[in-house]
């Protein structure tokens, strides 16, 4: 090797080994994270929100998009991993309110509403239909809630679509927390083994076994191979039964100001975990342990693509193709409505847009009659149903209801517009 070339490759091995190192998932980060309440010791690979370079490379996660202001905001979730542990964190403002981090882990379990909890009850609703995605739903396992000011944030297990345990012990996770008020850099984090992620307790096919990986004997909780779990993050006001104002990822239903208002949580970043075989019990293939070794952040997607402006739609007009039918003839009468905001259909968002529509029929004294459908998901683009928007005379027993005026209530859930229709029924 002459002088110079020899020169020239120690320069390059020397700007190689000054070059930043980016950090990734391994065997063991327990010397890398610190559980804080800060964030810096993450990378630049182990975020969830990076920039959506198909819309322009904006921001997934605007810093500013809370409906109560950038000091009730979420600004990024981070996450990464190693063979014993999630760490998982959300960062932003909580002024006087509460930020929680929920986990979706276990196929077809947890909860599909937080109205009814036993402990931290707000007005959440998760979207569990998976329509116009072809994609599983959002059913929250675990979460985790702090408040402004709290340092010590809680985990709740789902032990039922109305229970949780609230009162689990450090030995099954460790968390901190830094915000207050409108401080920046402030964050929620937590180191949750792998154990508590899969509910192992609970029986839900994973476990712990010991094997010798790289000439060292350890226990490993293998989860079934090609595991990806979903994860979300909201801000939400501080009492019982309130909503909130902020989600990260976007829903596409947007949220609202007041927060008395449900909220409809019906979007996620799901992360691939395991692709490959780290331990050998793969045979090749994803082996039930979370890969090292990678960025996260490669590993992300989501259900809807963000960032999204969330829309809230309301009933524009209502009606009906006659005023009056004779159903004890077999007559039927069908109706329809229109949507506001009007959608765009070259637009890929406005055609995965959803609305939950309710139909009921009522008497002219206000007595119920009928309910014909109750938040029937419908593509917002092209809401009528041939099939379903119509009612046949008959009440909720199946009889022919007498002569007279009934009324027809469309409500969009949960219940942001309403609009009504006499209609006659005669003989």
Known sequence: ????????????????????????????????????????????????????????????????????????????????????????????????NNMVLLLDTIKGH??????????????????????????????????????????????????????VDDQVP????????????????????????????????????????????????DTFHLFPPGTRIRVAGVVTAGGDGSGGPDAAPDNTRGMSQDSNAEEIIDNYAEIDLDRVDDTGAGRGGPDGVADWGIEPKERVSFRYPPPILGLRFSLQDARLDRPAFKPDLGDRIRFGFTLAPRLDPNLQIDQIRTVDVTANVFDMNGRFVRNLYIGDTRLALSPLSSDRDVWDGRDERGMLVTPGIYILRLVIEPNQSRITRAMVVVR
């Open 1 to 96: 090797m002459t002088p110079r070339l020899a020169w020239w490759v120690s320069a390059l091995l020397l700007l190689h080994l000054a070059a930043p190192v980016t950090a990734s998932t391994a065997r063991d980060l327990s010397g890398r994270m610190r559980l804080d309440g800060f964030t810096d010791e993450y990378t630049a690979g182990e975020v969830v929100f990076g920039r959506n370079a198909a819309a322009g490379n904006v921001p997934e996660e605007a810093d500013d998009d809370s409906k109560w202001g950038t000091n009730n905001d979420i600004r990024q979730l981070r996450i990464t991993w190693d063979a014993k542990h999630l760490y998982l964190a959300g960062e932003g403002n909580t002024w006087d």
């Open 110 to 163: 947890g909860l599909r509403t937080m109205r009814t909890l036993n402990s931290w009850r707000r007005n959440f609703t998760f979207d569990t239909t998976g329509f116009g995605a072809g994609r599983a739903q959002f059913m929250p396992d675990l979460f985790s809630g702090t408040w402004d000011g709290n340092v010590a944030p809680r985990l709740l297990i789902v032990l039922d679509s109305t229970t």
């Open 170 to 217: 450090g030995t099954l996770f460790q968390a901190a927390a830094t915000f207050l008020r409108d401080q920046p850099n402030r964050a929620m984090e937590l180191v949750i083994p792998w154990r508590t992620v899969f509910l192992a307790s609970a029986g839900f096919g994973t476990r712990d076994t010991v094997m010798t990986v790289g000439g060292v004997r």
